[in-house]
């Protein structure tokens, strides 16, 4: 038997949480869950607690970030034994079958991270980034598509790919530290990709990015690809604040300007974590330190 744990990463999110954690109870794969609640201020944590007492819930007396909190529930997948984790967005939600079609996806090829199609809640369109990054077929084949980049409100992982790529990289707390894993995943000999038959649902159609968000989001991209093993630091030192010098002119804001010193003092560290993160099992030991 297949032993899953799915990692759910909470903040002010009861808005979506009966529906998100339901469906992992509902799956027809059996998963254990893990909360991870980052100092949420509506109540989420109490609800997880009162509503699915067998979920392990941890309660950060902070706000950790998307990649700190997941990295907990990582560090728990592989101390306890288990085969997959499955990262799952609160706003999301699995379909019955959607466990279950994945881990049978990991017995051919030398797959290290599977996505289901992630879908608008109507279940008809895919989800809007989703699309951006995905290029393969749209009829339920049960045949892994290859992809560069998929987002992590939806990811499986066997512990084995776990084990050798290690947890995410310090440089990112928020925005980026998906993007970088998956390039992690592939520099070490796995694939990425998405598995058509199997569909999920992220929800998030009515929220809309403000100009600032996206230019806050689009710098922490400069930081994405200074830690890309595919690419030169050094060509990226430099390519990277003229870009951010290119996106101030184009969205008609400071703000890519502005971050630029602080970029720049960044370099060594991110070049630090850069090589480290390409090591095997980088940053478990350390993490384990803490």
């Not at 790919?161 to 310090?170: A, E, K």
């Amino acid at each position: 038997m297949r032993k899953l744990l799915v990692i759910i990463v909470t903040y002010n999110g009861m808005r979506w949480l009966e529906r998100c954690l339901d469906s992992v109870v509902s799956s027809t794969a059996q998963a254990d869950i893990f909360v991870c609640d980052n100092c949420s201020e509506d109540g989420s944590a109490d609800f997880v607690q009162r509503r699915y007492p067998q979920a392990v819930l941890v309660r950060s007396e902070s706000n950790l970030g998307f990649a700190r909190a997941n990295d907990m529930g990582f560090k728990y997948a592989l101390e306890n034994g288990y085969d997959f984790v499955y990262l799952l967005n609160q706003d999301a939600w699995v379909l019955p079958d959607t466990f279950t079609r994945l881990m049978d996806a990991f017995l051919e090829g030398k797959w290290g991270l599977i996505s289901p199609m992630q879908m608008k809640p109507d279940l008809k369109t895919p989800d809007r980034r989703f699309k951006r990054h995905y290029h393969g077929t749209m009829d339920p084949v049960d045949t892994v598509q290859p992809v560069r980049f998929v987002m992590a409100a939806h990811w499986m992982l066997p512990v084995w790919c776990l084990r050798s790529v290690g947890l995410f990289s310090p440089a990112f707390t928020h925005y980026g530290e998906d993007n970088n894993y998956c390039e992690r995943v592939k520099y070490h000999g796995y694939g990425v990709g998405v598995l058509p038959s199997a569909m999920a649902v992220h929800d998030r159609q009515d929220r809309k990015m403000d100009k600032s968000s996206r230019a806050r989001q689009n710098c922490q991209y400069s930081r994405v690809c200074l830690s890309n093993p595919d690419s030169s630091f050094l060509l990226q030192a430099v390519w990277q604040p003229l870009r951010q010098c290119f996106m101030s002119l184009r969205w008609l804001s400071l703000f890519p300007v502005r971050d630029i010193p602080a970029l720049i003092k960044s370099y060594p560290e991110l070049r630090r974590w850069r090589a480290e993160s390409l090591s095997e099992g980088a940053f478990i030991i350390e993490e384990s330190k803490q």
